[in-house]
């Protein structure tokens, strides 16, 4: 009876000692390589208050941390990191939806400003001089200094070259000028933003552009048949204090709505050499 006792127990105390240790290793988990992605994606949205572009990275940080998270659920002895995947989708929703705010309050703004000027824009040229419409052309630290009737002056004094290579510039717009001088129920009016955004042909002053529609209407004549046709301005505009300044680049006329492309800025080679 006695050796029976003892072999039992030594068999008894055996076998928990071996399951014990077992137990004690650690079982290895790999790390989401999209949760890693994720806070990568959510660190380069950051980025997106300086362009628009990495407003990309901002869509896949929180789509990668949600599938880093799906994955995690299904094999949670093989894959961690579910932090890194809910940074990621933290900072993907934060600078996304911060920036798109941003934007969009932005656009409106700009968008209500530059259709202030067009209003504006339209009564002179509908009841001003030709001084008053050039004027309007003027950058306005230009304006600061000169007076509508100056600028008509000027205009009418320079040089024959340069005089034509203003009244090509100007054609479409002494064209417009000559429909609406041919009857006093010609209407020009304002019709809509077409295009607004920041300018990058402004050196290193923050600037902005906007297209302007209008309309002109009235009976027409043997020159201008049409009893209906579209003009576009193209302004230019830059930020002071809380407010916006604008000018008119340009003037098309007859135009077609919704047909406007603004020009690509030429590339410059790092000489002063635009290709």
Known sequence: MATDQTSRLIVDESAPTTSAIENELPTYRAISARAVFS??????????????????????????????????????????????????????????????????????????????????????FQNGSLGDILWYRLHPEMRKDKTPQQTLQEFEKAQAKERMMIEQQTAPLQSLRKRLAASKEEHFHFVDIESQGQDAGQGHEIGYFATALYEVEGPGNK??????????????????????????????????????????????DGHGHAH
Not at 224 to 252: C, M, N, S
């Open 39 to 124: 806070v990568i994606c959510g660190i380069l949205a950051s980025f997106s208050f300086a362009h628009l572009y990495f407003l990309v990275f901002a869509v896949l940080a929180v789509v990668l941390g949600v599938l880093a998270n799906v994955a995690i659920r299904r094999h949670p002895d093989m894959l961690t990191g579910r932090g890194l995947a809910n940074a990621g989708i933290a900072m993907g929703l934060i600078f996304g939806l911060v920036t798109s705010t941003y934007t969009a309050v932005q656009s409106f703004v700009l968008s209500r400003e530059a259709a202030k000027f067009g209003r504006q824009y339209a009564e002179v």
């Open 223 to 268: 020159e201008f048949p049409e009893k209906k046709q579209y003009a576009l301005a193209i302004l230019k505009g830059r930020t002071k204090g809380r407010h916006y300044e604008w000018w008119v680049e340009d003037v098309r006329f007859p135009y077609q709505p919704r047909s406007f492309s603004a020009p690509s800025k030429p590339v410059d």
